[in-house]
């Protein structure tokens, strides 16, 4: 019997995928261009379960049932390109290429309009979760034409993660826009855990808290309004020992941290779209500065200015709940945004996005899964118009109450000389936002001086410019 759809590309979550479709009792063949990896993944992975591996290209392509389906789970970049102009020949009008990994949303416009042009049907398609949520149920982000979503939604209803509130899974927009809230998804991924990770570095070093201290107040802010499942993991982590000498497994993992891209798209496109988003770019370049290890050993060594001698703007004993406070204000300034920039792409691009949708779909399955979506479900399905999520009444009051902390410790991290660049841009944004007025008066007073660049005036409308006294005379 024919394959009701194929996937190609048989790394880890390629693999995950297959056997979460076969699972779920769908009829799939693979494809991997290594073929021995196939093979490895059919023998090893694969018995009992339905699914065929095509050991060409034209083999695959004929276990496809008619119009085909079929699944890319291949690099990102290049290899794409690759694999459809390899794909394209052999496959007729009607048939539908979902490309499922991490590719950058213009990408994805650029090979849905070519491949528009020859009557193939074509998806970008965001899937997060990791291994494991490739293979027990994902969060899935279709981007593309409505009819193609109609052929797929029953498989991708299926195999994505499931709340209360349903699969996690809906048809986010046109073109590029599953791939586009993919990336903002990623972006939001690396704010919060450079939170999270300052957090931990404020109540270790401030805080003087040992590992299972660590653990404690993070489990405990699981069982609030901080649950997520990035908190939980957090929780977990400080409890792991290396096996080989004993020690945590913090002490002994090397603090250099990778970015791959998707965090760094985020900003730059958000930095294109002119719609801030500091607490994302902190972390990417907070991840940037942790890569430069052997420089920040040699600064340690060379800048000692010495720290203040009573630094502590929280008792003590109120650290971990202040802690707690002020990452949860911080989360929701990040995730403000977040969804700001969502909305700014909605309108740049025509994506046309529901954010009560995509809160929804983030709630299972991904790694930014937490309590938090609710609130921003609810803010924007009451106000749909809601400009900035820190304007919608709950969240006002939300923020109001734990404004103290945050800023206490904020305070309490550049005493003791922790730096925290995501909850201090965090902040920083906050308080932007909330005030009428911002020195970008001089700024534009500065500009029209040194270039006659002209500014705009609070008392009357027009475009003015004035004759600076250039010598200060
Ligand atoms: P491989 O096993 O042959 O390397 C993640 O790298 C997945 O993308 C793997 O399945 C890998 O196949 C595949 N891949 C990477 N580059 C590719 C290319 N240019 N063409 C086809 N598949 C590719």
């Given at each position: 019997?024919?394959?009701?759809?194929?996937?190609?590309?048989?790394?880890?979550?390629?693999?995950?995928?297959?056997?979460?479709?076969?699972?779920?009792?769908?009829?799939?063949?693979?494809?991997?261009?290594?073929?021995?990896?196939?093979?490895?993944?059919?023998?090893?992975?694969?018995?009992?379960?339905?699914?065929?591996l095509g050991q060409t290209l034209e083999d695959f392509v004929r276990l496809l049932a008619k119009p085909r389906t079929v699944l890319l789970m291949v690099k990102a970049g290049a290899a794409v390109d690759e694999m459809i102009a390899r794909l394209t020949?052999?496959?007729?009008?009607?048939?539908?290429?979902?490309?499922?990994?991490?590719?950058?949303?213009?990408?994805?416009?650029?090979?849905?309009?070519?491949?528009?042009?020859?009557?193939?049907?074509?998806?970008?398609?965001?899937?997060?979760?990791?291994?494991?949520?490739?293979?027990?149920?994902?969060?899935?982000?279709?981007?593309?034409?409505?009819?193609?979503?109609?052929?797929?939604?029953?498989?991708?209803?299926?195999?994505?993660?499931?709340?209360?509130?349903?699969?996690?899974?809906?048809?986010?927009?046109?073109?590029?826009?599953?791939?586009?809230?993919?990336?903002?998804?990623?972006?939001?991924?690396?704010?919060?855990?450079?939170?999270?990770?300052?957090?931990?570095?404020?109540?270790?070093?401030?805080?003087?808290?040992?590992?299972?201290?660590?653990?404690?107040?993070?489990?405990?802010?699981?069982?609030?309004?901080?649950?997520?499942?990035?908190?939980?993991?957090?929780?977990?982590?400080?409890?792991?020992?290396?096996?080989?000498?004993?020690?945590?497994?913090?002490?002994?993992?090397?603090?250099?941290?990778?970015?791959?891209?998707?965090?760094?798209?985020?900003?730059?496109?958000?930095?294109?779209?002119?719609?801030?988003?500091?607490?994302?770019?902190?972390?990417?370049?907070?991840?940037?500065?942790?890569?430069?290890?052997?420089?920040?050993?040699?600064?340690?060594?060379?800048?000692?200015?010495?720290?203040?001698?009573?630094?502590?703007?929280?008792?003590?004993?109120?650290?971990?709940?202040?802690?707690?406070?002020?990452?949860?204000?911080?989360?929701?300034?990040?995730?403000?945004?977040?969804?700001?920039?969502?909305?700014?792409?909605?309108?740049?691009?025509?994506?046309?996005?529901?954010?009560?949708?995509?809160?929804?779909?983030?709630?299972?399955?991904?790694?930014?899964?937490?309590?938090?979506?609710?609130?921003?479900?609810?803010?924007?399905?009451?106000?749909?118009?809601?400009?900035?999520?820190?304007?919608?009444?709950?969240?006002?009051?939300?923020?109001?109450?734990?404004?103290?902390?945050?800023?206490?410790?904020?305070?309490?991290?550049?005493?003791?000389?922790?730096?925290?660049?995501?909850?201090?841009?965090?902040?920083?944004?906050?308080?932007?936002?909330?005030?009428?007025?911002?020195?970008?008066?001089?700024?534009?007073?500065?500009?029209?001086?040194?270039?006659?660049?002209?500014?705009?005036?609070?008392?009357?409308?027009?475009?003015?410019?004035?004759?600076?006294?250039?010598?200060?005379?």
């Amino acid at each position: 019997m024919a394959s009701e759809l194929g996937l190609i590309g048989l790394a880890v979550m390629g693999q995950n995928l297959v056997l979460n479709l076969a699972g779920r009792g769908f009829r799939v063949a693979v494809y991997n261009r290594t073929l021995e990896t196939g093979r490895r993944f059919l023998k090893e992975r694969t018995p009992g379960l339905p699914i065929v591996l095509g050991q060409t290209l034209e083999d695959f392509v004929r276990l496809l049932a008619k119009p085909r389906t079929v699944l890319l789970m291949v690099k990102a970049g290049a290899a794409v390109d690759e694999m459809i102009a390899r794909l394209t020949p052999l496959l007729s009008a009607g048939d539908l290429i979902l490309d499922c990994g991490n590719s950058y949303f213009s990408d994805t416009e650029r090979r849905a309009k070519e491949l528009a042009a020859r009557n193939l049907q074509f998806m970008g398609v965001g899937v997060s979760g990791g291994e494991e949520g490739a293979l027990l149920g994902p969060s899935i982000m279709p981007g593309g034409p409505a009819e193609a979503y109609a052929r797929v939604r029953r498989i991708f209803e299926a195999i994505a993660a499931r709340t209360e509130d349903g699969p996690c899974v809906t048809l986010v927009g046109p073109r590029g826009a599953g791939h586009y809230v993919k990336m903002v998804h990623n972006g939001l991924e690396y704010g919060d855990m450079q939170l999270i990770a300052e957090s931990y570095q404020i109540l270790e070093q401030a805080g003087g808290l040992p590992a299972p201290a660590l653990a404690q107040a993070f489990a405990e802010f699981n069982r609030g309004e901080l649950a997520s499942y990035l908190i939980e993991i957090t929780a977990r982590i400080f409890q792991e020992c290396d096996p080989d000498t004993g020690k945590p497994m913090l002490e002994v993992i090397l603090d250099r941290a990778g970015q791959k891209g998707t965090g760094r798209w985020t900003s730059e496109n958000a930095l294109e779209l002119g719609e801030p988003t500091p607490t994302i770019t902190a972390a990417v370049e907070a991840r940037n500065l942790s890569a430069k290890k052997e420089l920040r050993v040699q600064a340690e060594e060379v800048i000692k200015t010495s720290r203040l001698k009573s630094p502590w703007a929280i008792p003590p004993e109120n650290l971990v709940p202040a802690v707690g406070d002020a990452l949860f204000a911080a989360r929701l300034a990040l995730y403000a945004q977040g969804m700001a920039l969502l909305q700014a792409a909605s309108k740049e691009y025509g994506y046309d996005l529901r954010l009560p949708d995509l809160a929804r779909i983030w709630k299972g399955g991904c790694i930014i899964r937490s309590a938090l979506l609710d609130v921003i479900r609810a803010a924007f399905t009451e106000q749909p118009d809601l400009p900035n999520l820190l304007l919608h009444p709950n969240v006002v009051s939300a923020l109001a109450q734990r404004y103290a902390s945050w800023v206490s410790v904020c305070q309490t991290a550049i005493a003791f000389a922790i730096p925290c660049p995501a909850l201090l841009s965090a902040l920083a944004y906050f308080e932007g936002l909330r005030r009428g007025r911002l020195p970008a008066n001089l700024i534009q007073a500065q500009r029209d001086l040194f270039g006659a660049h002209t500014f705009e005036r609070v008392d009357r409308e027009g475009v003015f410019h004035h004759s600076w006294d250039k010598k200060g005379n």
